[in-house]
């Protein structure tokens, strides 16, 4: 027991990123050997298999998990730490090196795409607390609920990930694909009537595009939809997107990409900590990159709920920004 909890468990998807995750597992493999990191590496080898391994892995004793994979490994380990009764959550250290397509979550925290800079922020052990989002949702005529680390969507968003999905039924994903496949969305997908309530005040009740609502900054292969987000002050950002023509997003596309959404007109922003959306008809959401139900949809945050591996410079900037509140709330 006590030898696991200094060792790390590495659950790698090694379809992750097109096979990427296998394919370079022995690269990976000797970036952590030279930095002379103990691991146990177990290959998930179906959907939801890296929650089991989560859940497991904690209940043997360990308390540090490596995720070689993408946005969806991430999302699946997530939730298997909260399905875990051994510890809270906050007890087990997260890192991730990514292999897969997008990699949305990494950004946020300053992880380097590069092998070997992830592998450093791991053996540097640069940790911070993030905060968690939960949906409720509708799916098969049950309520069912689902944990989330980086950003969640509903309508337009949704429907992209629906059509990415089945493209990786198929092997046939890539962030280009991903951007193919959201022009083509654009054209076939109809705005939707919502209403949205923000800490129980109807704030929107109109016909909405899409909105996207999260505790990090990126999605969709590197878009910034939240790009005010900060992952640890107990909020949830919103970006509200009204109807809009093509060539209106077209000619502001880099707005999307640098930082300067709310540029476009078309676009609100929103912050709260209860949201709760309802439609008509109903819309779908997902979470993470990952479909799931449809509208009414409930979602909350758990203020820092679990512990992740961050970059060096990212730990730094945050633990002065921390300073700088404290004593502000101390004056």
């Known amino acids: 027991m006590q030898n696991e909890q200094h060792k790390w468990f590495v659950i790698v998807n090694p379809t992750a990123g097109g096979g990427r995750g296998l394919d370079d597992l022995p690269q990976i ?65 997260l890192a991730v090196i990514g292999v897969g397509t997008g990699n949305d979550w990494l950004r946020t925290f300053g992880i380097s795409g590069r092998y070997q800079d992830a592998v450093k922020a791991i053996a540097e052990e640069y940790s911070f607390l993030q905060d ?46 991903y ?16 209403k949205v309530w923000i800490d129980d005040k109807l704030v929107y009740n109109n016909l909405l595009m899409s909105i996207a609502i999260g505790i990090c900054k990126y999605n969709g292969g590197g878009m910034q939809q939240l790009p005010h987000a900060i992952a640890d002050d107990g909020m949830l950002d919103l970006s509200l997107i009204k109807p809009v023509h093509f060539w209106h997003i077209l000619f502001r596309f880099h707005y999307l990409f640098n930082g300067g959404i709310y540029r476009i007109g078309h676009i609100l922003q ?50 002065a920004n921390g300073d700088k509140e404290r004593t502000a709330h101390e004056v």
């Open 29 to 93: 493999s000797k970036y952590l050997r030279d930095r002379h990191i103990l691991c146990e590496p177990v290959f998930t080898e179906h959907k939801f298999h890296a929650t089991e391994l989560a859940v497991s892995a904690v209940k043997e004793g360990y308390r540090r998990i490596i995720v070689v994979g993408g946005d969806g490994t991430l999302h699946e380990v997530v939730n298997g730490l909260f399905i875990q009764q051994e510890v809270a959550p906050s007890e087990v250290l």
């Open 132 to 177: 968690v989002g939960v949906v409720t949702y509708n799916e098969a005529h049950y309520r069912q609920s689902r944990y989330f680390a980086n950003v969640g969507g509903v309508g337009f968003d949704a429907f992209v990930v629906k059509r990415i999905a089945h493209l990786k039924k198929k092997c046939r994903t890539s962030r280009w694909r």
């Open 179 to 194: 951007l193919w496949s959201t022009i083509r969305s654009f054209f076939k997908y109809k705005n939707t009537g919502m």
């Open 270 to 319: 929103q912050r709260g900590q209860k949201i709760r959306i309802e439609s008509s008809p109903e819309v779908s959401v997902e979470v993470d990159g990952e479909p799931l139900g449809e509208t009414p949809l409930e979602f909350t945050v758990l203020s820092k709920a679990i512990r992740i591996v961050v970059g060096a410079d990212f730990y730094r900037v945050a633990q």
